[in-house]
């Protein structure tokens, strides 16, 4: 995978390391807060082997707790991502894998989880999970709290499998798996 280098990407870097090393003082909003920055900086640092038209918005669907699309609502949607406004749409189950770029499972119920991503195996959706087990059901990053602080993981084979490429300067602040020996970051 080649490293894409843009200005506004850069930008998004410092602020993610800023958000990363804040304890969450304030519970579940405030993590909520966290995970949103960090879902932006993913979007912002992606790049997606199919492209799509400049005029269209690049969605966000989202299943799980209604606190979160509440949250991702108020932060993020509305925002210019790469000529894309972002937009965010509650996956109810039945929609279309195709209708996102980007598919945020907000839940840690396995059942609901495993299918929803087999479904995107095909599409080119980046997959991003707060479950302990979201990589091995075939996600591709998973964000959790370590010691009060944002944190995240990422399967590199579950990228490449999505066709989604994600900047090592954005990657080399969370754990890799799937790096195959000799084989640089992004």
């Known amino acids: 995978m080649k490293s894409r280098c843009h200005l506004g990407r850069l930008a998004v870097v410092p602020l993610l390391s800023a958000l ?29 082997s199919d492209r799509f038209a400049a005029d269209t918005p690049l969605t966000v669907g989202v299943m799980g707790r209604p606190a979160f699309i509440r949250q991702l609502r108020t932060s993020v949607e509305g925002k210019s991502v790469n000529g894309h406004l972002l937009r965010i749409v509650e996956w109810n189950g039945t929609a279309d894998p195709n209708c ?20 995107f195996n095909a599409a080119h959706v980046l ?13 591709a990053v998973n964000l959790f709290l370590t010691d009060g602080h944002m944190a995240f993981e990422v399967n590199l084979r579950a990228l490449d499998k999505a066709g989604v490429e994600i900047s090592s300067r954005l990657l080399r602040f969370g754990q890799i798996r799937g790096r195959t020996k000799g084989r640089p970051l992004p």
């Open 20 to 48: 990363c090393s804040l304890a969450v003082l304030g519970g579940v909003e405030a993590e909520d807060e966290l995970k949103s920055a960090t879902l932006l900086a993913f979007v912002q640092n992606a790049h997606w």
């Open 127 to 139: 997959t991003i999970g707060e479950w302990d087990g979201f990589l091995d059901a075939g996600g």
């Open 100 to 119: 996102c770029q980007v598919f945020y499972c907000a839940t840690e119920k396995s059942a609901e989880i495993k299918p929803v991503l087999q479904s």
